[in-house]
């Protein structure tokens, strides 16, 4: 058999030729049963066709298109009885024809394949308008399906008005372009194909392709352009089902063909536009995406089509993928599908533009003459670049780099045709691997791409042909690898690109506003291309255990030599890829005023250019995890870091003795009260202890010194403060009173009652004996809160839970809920007590599932061991929580009893995952 017959053999509706095995009820519609009774034997007959489709897919014995073409098939059989039996019920419309009306599918439907809880389209059919008889027939079907609880989209229509309505309707026009024959009169089908193939003669091709393309362009900015977001849609998402439909609509409108593979041959339609390859690629990802819809549509009982988080791990198991090696089933899934949506990506890139010149008549490609290109083995046609005519691509491989390297220096657009050549001879730049560290041409010519302007741009379309896992076969590993939380938006490479994109943009001067320090920075770097290699390498070894950072620092000393870096540039590259987590995790991990953390990085650090490079770096990163990440408190905080550690390794007095810095913020803040009595003054400054006046700037120093003066003249027991700081995108919330053990975590279970997320806190308790609690906090959005009633609501919550006429603990419950998606995603608890990184404090780090409350549970079973809270520093990745909490005992000191951590980290520990306390439970403040 030919190649091309054992594919047309595989398409054939069964791949196992199974067919549902049911009773008779149909034949008993045939004496015309009363409605109510033919009801009955309707509905046994679709659970049978509908249980036995599911048995037979979830035992493994149908693949997903088989059993869309099975349960289709199935449906054809009712939907025909229901037909004959309508018309026999209804009485014949007089004086009309019995052979101007029949019954055809359309849509999906129509094209032969149909989901468990997908809509079946139905077209009927008419010469002329139906009339009050006909209407009826129609009425009386449609009922009887609907009482079925099949889910129908529906039109009723002569032969002119389907093609007027398509004329003015894509959506008309795409629905009946998959017509299909159920019942009724056929001349009546026959003359609406054979006028409906006129109009679309007469319409062309070129305003179908001119829509669709608008259409899609419309829904992948709905459903996600990127064809790698983590929680994608199966079926309108870029990459997905419907991407695949419009390949085949386009081949269907154009050739009239029904399956891909007679597209296959040089004796097809248009020459042989696909390989059989090809087409077995269209056919695989068909049938997975397929399987995969199939699986959600059961799983959740409806037409869900978002393969969600809750739902990955389901689907995937379902679909038999168990855990490999280091890599999770869920996520061995997932990297199928996101393969599988590259594939799709890559089979429009192939088919689309020879398609659209096999209808459209193109002129002959005339390659305009310039002896730079013709002697790289390119040419300039229709004002895009392409590979020289008759140009051996196999032979020179590297000629695929200076395509794309000659077009973004051109500015120009890689002809479709050119980039049909690369997806086609990728594999070849394998032998550009092998010759990498002796041929320097093509390690120059990637890396120039790799630094060069717009390069995200231009990596993207490599990554896409599949160039760059040829060339670097450890990037292959992360191609669709997605990490299964709710903090990253993307699949890790995409995410590799998104940040080098980011780059671009901070060296165009755009990011200026939202990171300016970086920006400026970044002006100054001198080992720029070492950045770039760096932000390329920085994720490369995730996927394997361990830890990647590490690992990825190895493959770059490996691989930077290949790539023509020197020495230098191979040591920075690997330097920054062990450490590019250092300074973000410092920053929201660590008490930056504790001048211990910022001699520590400075050590680790140890020049201003690798400062630079890390900052840069880090902002990058950052960004390119997801729209939601970045903020303007994370903002100042990587500022804050960066000015203190460049200080230090300037030599400069960041980090002087303690009592010199002290000395200097009360002299600063003494300054901004020069109109104060001296008495007044001096009772102000002898209220902070140290670690106050090292927490804040000299301006805040006064507003505390205004509160307090003012709660002394009124006696006021509870002040509550906001002040929203939009350059940071947080509101501050200043609370002053009497202290008492257990403080600080009812104020955080009042901020989380309020709707509010705290993202950093000071606790400072003064000479007077009255605590000055400082919170920083932010709304769901991850922006300041402006509102005037949710302040007022915060400084309510906050009295009344201090006051014990709130019941905490059942509040907290309250507002406790999250999205079903994302509770498949589990968080390890985990409690690290660390006596090293800082001189004065234990330092307490707590990883979990964030929730609300949670920061008062757990700061509840701290201050319950006896232990008091100094600081807390809170960062959120997705639902993972990382709190980190500065404390000392009771005496002011470390904790170094080793019973007492233990005891510490159990209670610690059991706060992560609470059990519902029973209302009222909570008793009020001492």
């Excluded at 940040?499 to 755009?510: C, K, P």
């Excluded at 014990?804 to 309250?814: F, N, V």
Aim: some cysteine.
């Amino acid at each position: 058999m030919t190649e091309t017959g054992r594919l047309a053999e595989a398409h054939l509706p069964y791949g196992t030729g199974w067919r549902p095995t049911l009773g008779g009820d149909l034949d008993a519609l045939s004496a015309v049963p009363p409605r109510d009774r033919a009801l009955v034997l309707l509905r046994r007959h679709l659970g049978q066709i509908q249980g036995q489709v599911q048995a037979e897919f979830e035992a493994g014995r149908l693949a997903g298109l088989a059993a869309a073409r099975t349960l289709a098939e199935a449906m054809d059989g009712l939907i025909a009885a229901i037909h004959r039996y309508s018309l026999a019920v209804t009485a014949p419309a007089p004086g009309m024809p019995a052979d101007g009306f029949c019954l055809a599918a359309t849509g999906g439907y129509g094209r032969g394949v149909l989901a468990p809880f997908s809509d079946i389209d139905l077209l009927f059919l008419s010469d002329n308008p139906l009339d009050q008889h006909g209407r009826r027939a129609v009425e009386f079907m449609l009922y009887l399906l609907w009482d079925l609880g099949v889910k129908v989209g529906h039109a009723t229509r002569s032969v002119e008005e389907c093609i007027e309505d398509a004329r003015t309707d894509l959506t008309v026009q795409t629905a009946l372009l998959d017509h299909r024959f159920l019942g009724g009169d056929r001349s009546t089908y026959a003359r609406f194909a054979d006028r409906f193939a006129e109009a679309r003669a007469e319409w062309g091709m070129g305003q179908f392709l001119a829509a669709k393309r608008l259409e899609r362009g419309a829904r992948h900015k709905r459903y996600g352009d990127s064809p790698y977001l983590v929680e994608p849609h199966i079926k309108e998402g870029r990459g997905g089902l419907r991407d695949l439909q419009t390949m085949y609509w386009f081949a269907k409108y154009a050739f009239n063909v029904d399956k891909m593979w007679q597209l296959v041959g040089p004796d097809s339609p248009g020459g042989g536009l696909l390989t059989a390859q090809e087409a077995r690629a269209f056919r695989r990802a068909w049938s997975f995406l397929w399987s995969v819809r199939f699986h959600l549509h059961y799983v959740t009982g409806r037409a869900e089509e978002r393969l969600t988080f809750d739902l990955q791990p389901v689907v995937g198991a379902r679909m038999g993928y168990t855990r490999h090696g280091k890599q999770d089933g869920v996520e061995r899934f997932m990297k199928h599908l996101f393969l599988t949506a590259r594939e799709v990506v890559r089979l429009k890139r192939l088919l689309e533009p020879a398609i659209e010149r096999a209808t459209l008549g193109a002129p002959a490609l005339q390659p305009v003459g310039d002896k730079a290109l013709a002697a790289a083995g390119l040419a300039m046609a229709e004002g895009q670049i392409l590979f020289a005519p008759g140009y051996d691509v196999a032979a020179d491989p590297a000629v695929m780099l200076r395509l794309v390297r000659a077009a973004r220096d051109r500015a120009v657009e890689v002809h479709p045709l050119a980039l049909r050549a690369l997806i086609r001879n990728a594999r070849y730049a394998a032998r550009l691997r092998h010759e990498m560290a002796q041929e320097a041409g093509a390690a120059a010519l990637f890396l120039d791409i790799l630094t060069g302007k717009q390069s995200a741009r231009w990596l993207r379309t490599l990554n896409e042909a599949g160039i760059i896992s040829r060339l670097i076969p450890d990037w292959a590993r992360i191609v669709g690898l997605m990490q299964f939380d709710t903090y990253h938006v993307f699949t890790v490479e995409e995410h590799t690109i998104e940040a080098i994109g980011v780059l671009n943009a901070m060296e165009r001067g755009e990011l200026k506003d939202v990171a300016p320090v970086a920006s400026e920075l970044i002006g100054q770097i001198q080992s720029r291309r070492a950045l770039y290699v760096a932000l390329l390498l920085h994720d490369i070894a995730k996927g394997r255990g361990g830890d990647h950072s590490e690992l990825g620092a190895g493959i770059a000393q490996e691989l930077c030599p290949k790539l023509g870096l020197s020495p230098e540039e191979t040591e920075t590259v690997s330097w920054l890829v062990l450490n590019h987590l250092l300074v973000s995790q410092t920053a929201f991990k660590r008490d930056i005023d504790d001048p211990k953390t910022i001699l520590d990085l400075a050590e680790v650090v140890q020049s201003p250019e690798r400062l630079r490079l890390l900052l840069v770096l880090t902002v990058a990163d950052m960004r390119a995890v997801g729209p939601k990440v970045w903020n303007g408190w994370k903002a100042t905080l990587l500022r804050e870091i960066y000015w203190r550690v460049a200080e230090v390794l300037a030599g400069g007095l960041s980090v002087p003795e303690r009592d010199v810095r002290v000395a200097r913020a009360k002299e600063a803040a003494a300054a901004l009260l020069a109109d104060w009595s001296a008495a007044d003054r001096e009772r102000f400054l002898s209220r902070g202890y140290p670690g106050y006046w090292l927490s804040f700037d000299p301006e805040t120093h006064a507003r505390h010194a205004g509160l307090m003066r003012e709660v002394e003249r009124t006696g006021a027991p509870l002040t509550v403060r906001t002040e929203v700081l939009e350059s940071r995108a947080v509101t501050e919330v200043t609370v002053y009173t009497a202290d008492h053990p257990g403080l600080f975590s009812r104020i955080a279970g009042a901020l989380a009652v309020a709707g509010a997320s705290i993202v950093d806190a000071r606790i400072h308790t003064m000479t007077n004996g009255m605590a000055l609690d400082t919170f920083w906090v932010q709304d769901a959005a991850g922006g300041a809160l402006d509102a005037p009633h949710r302040l007022a609501r915060l400084a309510v919550v906050i009295e009344q839970a201090l006051s014990g006429r709130l019941r905490l603990a059942e509040e907290i419950r309250k507002v406790r809920r999250e999205p079903a998606r994302l509770r498949a995603v589990t968080v390890p608890p985990r409690v690290v007590i660390d006596n090293h990184a800082s001189n004065t404090h234990t330092v307490i780090e707590v990883n979990g599932r964030d929730r609300p409350g949670l920061l008062h549970d757990v700061t509840q079973a701290i201050s319950e061991q006896g232990v008091q809270i100094a600081s807390a520093h809170v960062t959120t990745y997705g639902v993972r929580a990382v709190d980190v909490f500065y404390v000392k005992d009771l005496f002011g000191l470390k904790l170094d009893n080793g019973r007492k951590v233990e005891g510490l980290r159990s209670a610690v520990l059991a706060a992560l995952t609470p059990s519902p306390a029973p209302s009222g439970a909570e008793a009020a403040p001492a």
